[in-house]
């Protein structure tokens, strides 16, 4: 799981940037990304009730595939379309893989070392993991922005 949200890294560090080289104005790029904001929210507004009786396992395949669809589509095509579509997909391959981790606390993880258990899995997960994929996502993007994707 550390890898799969760190696979975000890239996203977060480059994103402006692929935007500007695909040729997007600089004025519309945070309009751009704040779909991905909104779909998030409104995918955990309705997240328990969709997904409340689903396995952890199985909420992680969810994730995962959509994450190798985003990724792709982003490396695969340099189009805006295709980059505002991926931004619907950030509530199911961020959004979901959260949903899952704090399912699997509640079903495994006591009340009281529950902060404890959440505080490890951001270290690793969303910053340790992010950090050393910025460093590769960095060196790709150097090579060529979508790969960074």
């Not at 619907?88 to 258990?117: C, M, R, W």
Request: include cysteine; charged fraction near 10%; hydrophobic fraction near 50%.
């Amino acid at each position: 799981m550390q890898y799969h949200q760190a696979a975000h890294a890239a996203y977060y560090s480059y994103a402006v940037l692929f935007l500007k080289t695909i040729g997007i104005k600089t004025s519309f790029t945070g309009i751009i990304l704040i779909i991905a904001v909104i779909s998030e929210i409104v995918f955990f507004y309705v997240s328990d009730t969709l997904f409340k009786k689903q396995s952890v396992p199985k909420l992680l395949m969810y994730s995962i595939s959509a994450s190798i669809i985003r990724w792709l589509l982003i490396a695969c095509f340099n189009n805006i379309s295709v980059f505002i579509f991926s931004q619907l997909l950030h509530s199911i391959t961020f959004g979901l893989t959260q949903f899952a981790f704090v399912k699997y606390l509640d079903e495994h993880v006591e009340n009281k070392y529950f902060p404890f258990a959440h505080g490890i899995y951001a270290a690793l997960a969303l910053s340790l993991g992010s950090g050393i994929l910025t460093i590769v996502s960095g060196y790709l993007y150097s090579i060529s922005p979508s790969f960074s994707f």
